[in-house]
């Protein structure tokens, strides 16, 4: 683990860290929005992310020949396919939704005859035997959201041979400042004057959530942080609600509205390793980029520090919406000491 733990004082206390600000609701939510055709469409047609897999997979097939095979929430079973073209020899495609019929009925009719589907969670079943390579496109918005990996985790220590392949293997979090007055004033200042009536009430709500969007490159006005950092042979359950120190730099003499997160994972047991990248510099994905407005407009300078403090866990009462806690500290002319909650939903 690369990035820096935080020592800022009081920062996560039991007392001041809580989900009060997000809502309850059954995780249930999750799977019926899994079960919706349109959103594994949306994914497929996800080039970035599906031919990075493919191209993981197929042009590695040595590492497939013949091997046991586990799909974690295979969806429609695009990555088992592979994995049976790349020549495995058996593939345990897990998946709790109904979408996994409709990935069965494609096997059969593709003559794809060596995948046996499941539709259960992992914790919930015992397979017959150990595998030899774990296969799942478990990332999140903002990397962690929806918390499919702790079922990487749970199969990882339960089913996986010594010495056996995680794809992808590896997970980096990253942050920086962006300007987006345009869009911060459609979305969150839209609320103070609505038709001449002062609505700014749902202004403090709207500020609590993250938005998930495409940012330009040319909106980003800071260098880069890494705020968590994942080698998924070792990672822990534990290690998933995290908290760490950052600091960026500014590059541009401008107004901060807002810090952004992405996310990249690495197949680093390829021949030659593959990246997908889901930053504002690289060509857009299904997960785009995460935002967390700033409560106000801050103005920067060129080589002003921002430092501050990151956190994340997931929401105790719904498993798969995120919370997070971010301290800003910036000095100079217009000094900045603020603490802000954020939610972000699958």
């Known amino acids: 683990m690369h990035y820096s733990p935080s020592n800022e004082t009081d920062f996560t206390t039991d007392l001041n860290w809580n989900d009060t600000y997000t809502k309850p609701q059954s995780s249930e939510v999750f799977f019926e929005s899994y079960n919706n ?32 095979v586990l799909n974690l929430n295979c969806g429609t079973g695009i990555l088992s396919f592979f994995a049976s073209k790349a020549g495995a020899r058996e593939i345990y495609a897990i998946d709790s939704t109904d979408i996994i019929d409709f990935a069965e009925q494609t096997a059969i009719k593709n003559g794809f005859k060596n995948i046996k589907f499941i539709k259960d969670k992992i914790e919930n079943i015992t397979l017959p035997t150990y595998v030899d390579i774990i296969i799942s496109d478990w990332m999140g918005y903002s990397l962690l959201c ?21 794809f992808p293997d590896k997970a980096k979090l990253f942050i920086a400042g962006i300007e987006d007055a ?63 120190q950052y600091s960026i730099q500014f590059t541009k003499k401008d107004f901060l509205h807002a810090l952004i997160s992405w996310f990249e994972v690495t197949f680093s047991h390829c021949h030659k390793p593959i990246v997908i990248n889901t930053g504002p510099k690289n060509k857009t994905t299904y997960w785009k980029q ?20 990151f956190a994340s866990r997931m929401n105790m009462r719904k498993n798969r919406e995120m919370v997070f806690k971010i301290s800003f500290h910036l000095g100079g002319k217009f000094p900045l000491n603020s603490m802000q909650m954020f939610q972000l939903a699958s």
């Open 37 to 68: 055709y349109s959103i594994h469409e949306e994914i497929l047609k996800d080039k970035i992310r599906v031919k990075s897999f493919k191209n993981a997979i197929l042009r590695n097939s040595y590492l497939f020949q013949d091997k046991i």
């Open 146 to 166: 929806e918390n499919l990996l702790e079922s990487i985790i749970y199969a990882r220590d339960k089913y996986l041979i010594p010495g056996g392949i995680l």
């Open 182 to 244: 345009k869009y911060k004033d459609e979305r969150i200042e839209f609320w103070s004057d609505v038709y001449g009536i002062d609505m700014s009430v749902f202004r403090k709500i709207c500020l609590k959530d993250v938005r998930v969007e495409e940012i330009s490159s040319e909106s980003i006005v800071s260098t880069s942080c890494p705020v968590f950092e994942a080698d998924l042979y070792v990672v822990t359950k534990d290690h998933l609600n995290f908290v760490s």
């Open 290 to 309: 995460s935002v967390y407005y700033l409560d106000h407009s801050q103005p920067v300078e060129i080589g002003q520090i921002l430092n501050g403090s």
